[in-house]
């Protein structure tokens, strides 16, 4: 992630972001520009996509993958590897979504930090999360963390040979299955 230095304001991203072929995030004033993907990244992305399309097909919930944004308040505008919303208000925008109750990010070595940290911050402001799995890149190793009643996080970590419960789904995913295909 590269930030331009110099704060701008939420509609000067937006206006900025639609109009440039490279995707951009934003975070309090700041944009980041997107790096690129390896293959692995999007193998495992295909995948994890492949399930939950599976799975949602005739639910009210939709699907989505790194091209659209989740925004909370103009806070932040991020473009998460996949999410899915079940709420109907969620229909409305066709490019930003605010209702999502799971959200999974495959980590990068320039993004893991920041996606475990100050991105998992952010993503804890939307009331509608559920869920949000972190899911590496270099072995067979998911984080899930789940937010209980109470409004705190637990986190699980699933290896090689788990399966991975999607509580917010009422899915469970072997994670061989997520990192099928690998080279």
Not at 18 to 26: L, M, S, T, V
Not at 111 to 118: I, P, S, V
């Amino acid at each position: 992630m590269i930030a331009i230095p110099y704060s701008i304001s939420p509609q000067d991203y937006l206006d900025l972001d639609r109009q440039n072929p490279i995707r951009h995030e934003y975070r309090q004033g700041l944009v980041y520009a997107m790096t690129g993907r390896s293959d692995t990244h999007s193998r495992i992305t295909i995948n994890l996509l492949s399930l939950l399309n599976l799975h949602l097909d005739e639910t009210p919930c939709r699907l989505y993958n790194g091209d659209v944004k989740v925004n909370d308040q103009d806070d932040f505008y991020y473009y998460p590897d996949a999410f899915v919303t079940c709420d109907e208000r969620d229909r409305q925008d066709r490019f930003i979504k605010r209702y999502p109750i799971l959200i999974a990010e495959v980590l990068s070595a320039s993004t893991e930090a920041f996606d475990r940290d100050l991105k998992f911050r952010d993503y804890q402001k939307l009331d509608s999360l559920q869920e949000y799995l972190l899911i590496s890149q270099e072995t067979q190793c998911v984080e899930v963390r789940l937010r209980l009643a109470d409004n705190t996080w637990e986190t699980t970590i699933y290896q090689t040979g788990d399966r991975i419960p999607l509580t917010s789904l009422d899915l469970e995913v072997a994670i061989a299955r997520l990192y099928r295909g690998l080279d």
